[in-house]
Each structure stands twice: as C-alpha cells, then as structure tokens.
C-alpha cells in the first residue's frame, strides 16, 4: 500500500472520481453524475492481498456502507492462501466466495452491497487505474441504454405510462420547479422508450427533492449532516420532526410519520439502491412502477400538507426566502 494512510487513498480515490467524471460528461455534469453510484454512496473499501499461482495479487471491492463517510481496510491472507491449489483457477468472484466462506474475510461486510463493477484485480493505493476502470464499466453500461436515442424531452399528453393514477400533471403544477419538472419529463420520456434503467435511476432524486422542498415548506431545512450529504437516516429524523411539529396543526397541514411509514420508506430506499447501486442497465417495469408510486406518496403524504402549511403561512416561505439570499 506504499507509504499512504488510509485517507489519502480515500480522498485520492475521491479526487479522481471527481476528474474523470467531470473530463468525461460534459453539459449538465451534476445531473448526469447521478447515474454513477460512486458519487451516490459512501463505501467500505476492502484490499485483500492474496497469493495465487504463486503471485501476490490484490482484489478490491466496495462496500455501500451508508454512512456520511468512507473506510478503507487492508486484509492481508497471503500466509493462508499461497500454495492452495483450490483458488488456482478460480475468477474474482468465485475467489471472494472462497475466501469467505474459509472464514479468511471480515464477519462485518454485508455482501449484497457489494458493488459487482468495483470487485477488481487492482489495489487501492492506484486510484487512477482502480477508478478509471471501475467507471469505465459503469458508463459503458449506461451508455449502452442512453446512446440509442436522445431523451424525448415530451409534453404530457394520452400515450404516458398511468398518468391519471399518478397525476403527474396536478404534481407538476403544485412543485412548481423547473428542475423537478425537466426531470420528470426526462424520465417519462425515458420510460415511454423503454429505457427502464434509465428512468429508474433518476426517480429517487426527485422523491428526495420532494422531501427537501417539505422541510423547507415547514421552515424546518435546517439538516444536521456530516460532509454536507444528506443520507436516508437524515431524512427519516426529519420526518420524525415534522411529525412533532405539525401535530397541533390543521388536519390538511399536519405531516403523519410512524412507523409504517418509516418502513415504507426503508422499502422505497431499498428498490432505489436496488436499481442504482447495480448498473447492468436491465430493470424491470415493475420496478420502475414501484418508484413512481413512491414518487406519489411522499408528494401526497408529505409535500402536499407541507404546500397546505407554506401557501397560509406566507411569512414563512419569505423569511427563508430573505435568508437564502443573505
């Protein structure tokens, strides 16, 4: 691993990241970068150092740790694996299989959040090399889906998926935020093509838009994070919040969160990081159908009663307004 500590690694892995990326996507980088799980996850990263054949070689893989930050671990097996005929042939995946179930790996890592395009035969002391190919595999396989047609940026009209179960329209016009409603189209566009990873993809950034402009509804966007991201947990503790803090208030104003709901929201999370965090670039209607029905909830069960609370208490909305432009 040279002489680097563990941060420097993280913070190089980072840094490159962050380089390549933005050398790589030209226009509308930051919307676009939502489609690489490494800019959406923090991680465990483990080196393990192995002999095979004879060789030392390294494998590292990344763990989606959702924390607010990254770890790093070097676990060296060198000892107990040179001269073991059983791994001599076998792949990056079968090896990791092998070694586990040898009890040579940590007990911590939770293996179905271990990233397949991040399993790789480079050590993390190289981050050009780990990142670049690790990326690679990720932007060929979005690639693949995206390239064969540009996005249809299309007005709502009859042929879009359910729009009356999900009233996209109604959605559209009550946010009312050029952002919000830009993707929105590009996902339904998406999605009328076909392009079911696509769109699935990008749904979960609207569902935590919505959640953020409730907050900010209530005058309550004041989140206590770590690195300036706002993660799952955030969320549900702001939920919890808002719960409290409209409990007295008009029925239509009041933000209802127990713990079926934060259940539901665990699921939502699940099938967003199901579709994210495993860029195959095949995903299924179903569970593009799922997160638009998330979409809908957290806009009826949290944006809406939060709109009902900023639209009469008007003071609200400008005071944060005078405040965001200090």
């Known amino acids: 691993m040279g002489n680097k500590s563990s941060q420097e690694m993280i913070n190089d892995f980072r840094n490159r990241v962050s380089y390549v990326l933005n050398s790589t996507l030209g226009t509308d980088k930051e919307n676009k970068k939502r489609f690489f799980t490494a800019t959406q996850n ?11 054949n004879t060789l ?4 590292t893989f990344a763990e989606i740790n959702n924390n607010d930050s990254d770890f790093f671990q070097s676990v060296d097996i060198r000892t107990v694996t040179d001269g073991d005929l059983n791994i001599g042939n076998l792949n990056l995946d079968k090896l990791l299989s092998y070694f586990d179930n040898k009890q040579m790996l940590p007990k ?7 990233l397949p395009n991040s399993v790789l035969n480079i050590g993390f002391s190289y981050p050009q090399i780990y990142v670049d190919t690790w990326l690679q595999t990720d932007f060929n396989s979005i690639n693949n889906v995206m390239v064969k047609k540009q996005f249809e940026l299309i007005k709502f009209n009859t042929t879009l998926l359910n729009r009356s179960t999900f009233d996209f329209e109604n959605m559209i016009n009550e946010v009312s935020d050029p952002q919000f409603t830009n993707n929105l189209n590009q996902i339904l566009g998406a999605y009328n093509n076909g392009w079911f990873y696509v769109s699935a993809s990008a749904i979960g950034g609207l569902i935590e838009m919505l959640l953020y402009k409730t907050a900010v509804n209530y005058g ?28 007295k208030l008009d029925e ?27 860029t195959s ?17 957290t806009y009826t069960r949290y944006f809406v009663p939060s709109k009902n609370y900023a639209d009469s208490h008007p003071e609200h909305t400008l005071n944060h307004l005078t405040e965001s432009d200090q």
């Open 108 to 114: 911590t890592i939770n293996w179905t959040n271990v």
């Open 252 to 278: 239509k104003q009041q933000i209802h969160f127990d713990a079926l709901d934060e259940l539901t929201m665990d699921r939502d999370y699940l099938t967003r990081n199901a579709v994210s965090h495993y």
């Open 220 to 247: 309550k966007d004041n989140f206590v994070t770590q690195r300036d991201k706002i993660t799952k947990k955030n969320y549900v503790q702001k939920m919890r919040e808002l719960r409290n803090f409209t409990q």
């Open 42 to 52: 923090h991680f465990n990263f483990y080196s393990i150092l192995y002999m095979q």
């Open 281 to 297: 670039g095949f995903v299924n209607e179903r569970e593009v159908e799922s997160l638009f029905v998330a979409l809908t909830n």
């Open 56 to 59: 030392d070689k390294t494998i």
